[in-house]
């Protein structure tokens, strides 16, 4: 066989394409907003639960150290499982404030499960249609959103709250 | 005891193909004509063998003998016989196995119909051919054994997903690998030309034929998958440009170019090393396609489960291919002459093979690029149905044209005449166009130019029929029948599109709707348990206000419990004119139902003319075996 | 004289087929390029799910706002990721994607077109 600067070049591509294969078995095929971290929040208005007079946006968050957005719902069962670890944060409360966001739910039932399970929360808003977890990058519940105090996001928890997650958290409010 | 049955007979099969290389390797060292019996009767032994082990796991499917893995996790005694027997074939190792059977049937039939051509020829094939359903038994018995059994036996299965518990779902896989794997033979037949230097024309006849053969089944095996999701996935569309639907376009693409090449190979005896690159190309295509829908490396609406352990088989195997396809086929290479007349037919097909590539590698980048790109930047993108669509259809527009042209030049050198009926016809279409456009609906410009190209193909394929029954010429039929089927096509497909009515709306029981001329009202909800899942029926009736015309349908949401999956049957009222299609399905928490309502004009057309593409490579076959 | 005529009514169409636009709505044409996430592998407009119908609605407030489909795009990417709309966007990491086909296309091209013209002088010789 003669040796041909095509025939190179048509090896050299059929090994890099069949490498790319062999390394893409390998990675994590499965898609998060992990990118979202870096990103700023901002335009929002959530009104708060039992209270339509009263919300916050951008600049109630830019007061804290840390901010917890968590969205949550009463018919939601994982969101039951994680709520300890949200109302153990909910005890560091000068280093961090957690509001969550009532999603699709009825006032009553968000009522009763946080008076049956605790109130972890500093405000609780609602997302009666859903709108505004748009706004925040969240597609399923619960998911939680941690931002500094410029309303970077610096972590996102996809799913609920586990063990690991949650020394995380308690590492970086530190 | 069947699984010892199974892996037994798989173990002769593997033997058997170890012996027919064996032998094989060794007779092609002998100087007699022909092949000695004992390879035949091996041959024999190993068709026998390899289809009494698919029987095996048949039977075990119909018997729900759930001592077999395999049959526990893709069976339940509660399903029907029809799709016990289907499920033996709709899981990743029931369908590995069909895979084996198709290469071993090939493999034997290419051997006993072929006995006119040359020895080394044929015996190098089937020397390829075994090496190949050894990769694949290897495979099987390593990774993926359909016989695998389980102690102590489940007394019941975890069942069939239901939405592959359709006919015509059932019968997809079949067809589809007849196609896709039966370009098998012709990988090793090239294998095989290019080492024992039986080229040419001769090696075009060798071939010829399973080449269509490959081409009716890959092209009815799609179509049948699109009707399929039409009628079930409930979206109410056909083609999603989806990993597992490209999977199995790219190598249509490379069957259809080469099936119009041999004809030049066998006419005028040129183009034989494209048509060796062809036949390599189509099956590792397959391959490749097998690989990207299996291993998990891309996700789809409706992959089997993925396990990495297969991808990284797999893809082995698929180097494997690759590089002794690359290497044999450098070291044998020879440089060829060609001797092209612009205007002449083998330009035309040179330009269908160009269109073609263009098409397999637009298909290739698509779903690659992705994969690519997460893998080197670590981000993840989407190539989707706007891409696709994008690239490709501006592109029919001159490929229609040739379609219908193509076939009128004649072979070397071709005369002016066929100018001037161009461009009558040309006019016509667009006369037929702008009528379509100022009665019924506007449409942008490039809709404008691709019916315009459709209904040229259209008309003159049209006028060719009725030159072949003046002058009583038979053969061309076929071949025109598939290219006017292609524009009919293309052009109901154009009107489906156009003039499709979509509405997405929320209706409570009791209430009524009114949208476009119809006025649909949301009846009653019904529960009905049957045998397998619970339905919630919705009725509604619809109708028509400008014909007062009254229909009812009834979608369904379906909950089955093995396993526990919730389904969306749509509601298909189908007519000659249009099709009627409505689903429904709850919105949580809420007394809503979120409904779909569509009216596709001229549905069934579309399938009529796939099918009909389909019945013009049939029709081919048949009549050629007349012919001899 | 009738020729003119004729040129100025196939001028006349042309132009009014250059500017008509297909049959589609501008929020159907939003839906189905919008990924589900949460489902495996289907739009926006043929999903069933709580998240797509959730996107429904904030894509036709947008819409309603006067919001362009890029601009609706554009703010859906950057909470979600390109991931989220099936066709890929213009940018310079995706110019091979959009460009290679193309590039293909007209080597292929030039290829057979340079076989044709040297099968030619082959000819002449």
């Not at chain 2, 059994?149 to 019968?171: C, F, H, K, M, R």
Request: glycine share 4%; aromatic share 16%.
């Amino acid at each position: 066989m003669k040796i041909s600067i095509s025939k190179i070049i048509i090896f050299i591509f059929i090994i890099f394409s069949l490498s790319v294969f062999w390394l893409g078995l390998k990675i994590d095929n499965n898609y998060d907003t992990k990118s979202l971290i870096g990103s700023k929040i901002s335009n929002f208005h959530i009104t708060e639960i039992n209270n339509d007079n009263q919300y916050i946006s951008e600049e109630d968050l830019r007061k804290n150290k840390y901010t917890l957005i968590n969205f949550f719902a009463s018919w939601c069962a994982p969101c039951r499982v994680e709520h300890k670890y949200l109302l153990s944060l909910s005890n560091q409360n000068k280093k961090i404030k957690i509001i969550g966001i009532n999603f699709k739910d009825k006032k009553i039932n968000a009522n009763n499960f946080l008076k049956d399970l605790g109130n972890p929360y500093n405000f609780v808003g609602k997302d009666t249609d859903g709108k505004i977890s748009i706004s925040f990058g969240i597609y399923g519940i619960p998911e939680s959103i941690l931002v500094n105090n410029e309303l970077t996001v610096i972590k996102k928890i996809i799913g609920p709250i586990d063990q690991v997650q949650f020394e995380d958290v308690l590492k970086i409010i530190q | 005891m069947l699984s010892n049955i199974g892996v037994a007979l798989v173990l002769l099969v593997l033997i058997l193909s170890f012996l027919i290389i064996y032998y094989s390797s060794l007779e092609l060292k002998t100087s007699s004509q022909s092949i000695r019996k004992n390879i035949y009767q091996l041959s024999l032994f190993q068709i026998t063998f390899t289809v009494l082990s698919f029987f095996t796991l048949i039977i075990g499917f119909i018997n729900s003998d759930f001592s077999l893995i395999n049959v526990y996790e893709n069976s339940h005694t509660a399903k029907p016989l029809f799709y016990k027997i289907a499920g033996t074939w709709g899981n990743h190792e029931g369908s590995l196995l069909l895979w084996v059977n198709i290469l071993v049937i090939f493999s034997y039939l290419f051997l006993i119909f072929n006995h006119t051509h040359n020895k080394k020829f044929r015996l190098y094939t089937l020397v390829f051919q075994n090496i190949l359903i050894l990769g694949f038994l290897f495979f099987l018995l390593l990774n993926s054994n359909p016989f695998n059994s389980i102690y102590p036996v489940p007394v019941e299965g975890l069942g069939l997903n239901p939405i592959l518990q359709d006919p015509a779902l059932a019968i997809h896989p079949p067809l589809l690998y007849v196609g896709f794997v039966g370009c098998s033979i012709y990988f090793s037949a090239a294998m095989a030309s290019l080492l024992s230097g039986y080229a040419g024309k001769l090696f075009a006849q060798s071939i010829k034929t399973w080449v269509k053969i490959s081409w009716c089944f890959q092209t009815l095996g799609i179509i049948v998958g699109s009707i399929w999701a039409y009628y079930e996935l409930g979206w109410g569309g056909f083609w999603f440009w989806d990993p597992v639907e490209n999977a199995s376009l790219l190598p249509w693409f490379a069957i259809t170019a080469l099936m119009h090449s041999l004809i030049v190979l066998e006419k005028r005896n040129t183009l034989y090393s494209w048509v060796i690159i062809l036949c390599l190309s189509t099956f590792i295509l397959s391959v490749t396609g097998t690989f990207l829908v299996r291993s998990g490396i891309l996700n789809s609406v409706h992959t089997f489960a993925s396990d990495p352990s297969r991808g990284i088989y797999i893809l082995s195997f698929l180097s494997l291919m690759i590089f002794s396809a690359l290497i044999i086929f450098f070291t044998k290479y020879k440089k060829e002459n060609y001797n092209f007349n612009l205007k002449s037919r083998e330009t035309f097909i040179l330009a269908n093979n160009w269109f073609m590539v263009f098409f397999l590698v637009t298909v290739l980048i698509g779903m690659l690029y992705p994969i690519f790109l997460d893998v080197l930047t670590n981000v993840k993108i989407s190539v989707g149905p706007p891409f696709f669509n994008i690239v490709i259809i501006p592109l029919v527009i001159p490929l229609m044209f040739l379609m219908a042209i193509g076939p009128k030049f004649s072979w070397v050198k071709s005369q002016n005449r066929v100018f001037y009926k161009i461009l009558f016809l040309i006019l016509g279409a667009i006369i037929i166009n702008l009528f379509i456009f100022y009665f019924f609906g506007k449409y942008s410009f490039l809709s404008n130019l691709i019916f315009i190209a459709a209904i040229f193909l259209i008309l003159y394929s049209l006028l060719d029929i009725k030159k072949i029954f003046n002058k009583k010429n038979k053969f061309e039929l076929p071949r025109i029948i598939s290219h006017l089927s292609f524009g009919f096509l293309v052009f109901f497909i154009g009107i489906n599109y156009q003039f499709s009515l979509e509405k997405d709306f929320n209706l409570k029981v009791g209430e009524i709707k009114e949208t476009n001329n119809y006025e649909i009202n949301f009846e009653e909800i019904k529960i009905k348990e049957n045998k397998n899942y619970k339905a919630v029926i919705g009725n509604f009736k619809l109708t028509n206000l400008k014909s007062n015309l009254v229909q009812y349908l009834n979608p369904e949401i379906r909950i089955y419990s093995n396993p526990e999956t919730l389904t969306y049957e749509a509601a298909i009222k189908t007519r000659v004119t249009s099709d009627l299609y409505l689903t429904m399905s709850n919105v949580s928490r809420s007394d809503y139902y979120n409904i779909k309502f569509q009216k596709k004009p001229f549905m069934i057309w579309i399938w009529i003319s796939a099918l009909m593409i389909s019945l013009g490579g049939f029709m081919q076959l048949i009549l050629k075996k007349n012919e001899n | 004289m009738k020729i003119k005529f004729f040129i100025f009514i196939i001028y006349f169409l042309f132009l009014a087929v250059l500017n008509s636009n297909d049959n589609k709505t501008e929020l159907s044409v939003i839906y189905k390029n919008l990924r589900c996430l949460v489902c495996q592998g289907q739009s926006i407009a043929d999903s069933n799910s709580d998240f797509a119908a959730t996107i429904k609605l904030v894509v036709q407030d947008q819409v309603n706002e006067g919001k362009t489909k890029d601009e609706i795009y554009t703010f859906l990417i950057s909470k979600y990721g390109e991931w989220i709309v099936y066709q890929p966007t213009f940018s310079k990491s995706n110019l091979i994607l959009w460009i290679l086909p193309y590039f293909i296309f007209i080597a292929g091209g030039l290829f057979i077109f340079f076989i044709v013209r040297k099968s030619k002088n082959n000819k002449v010789n």
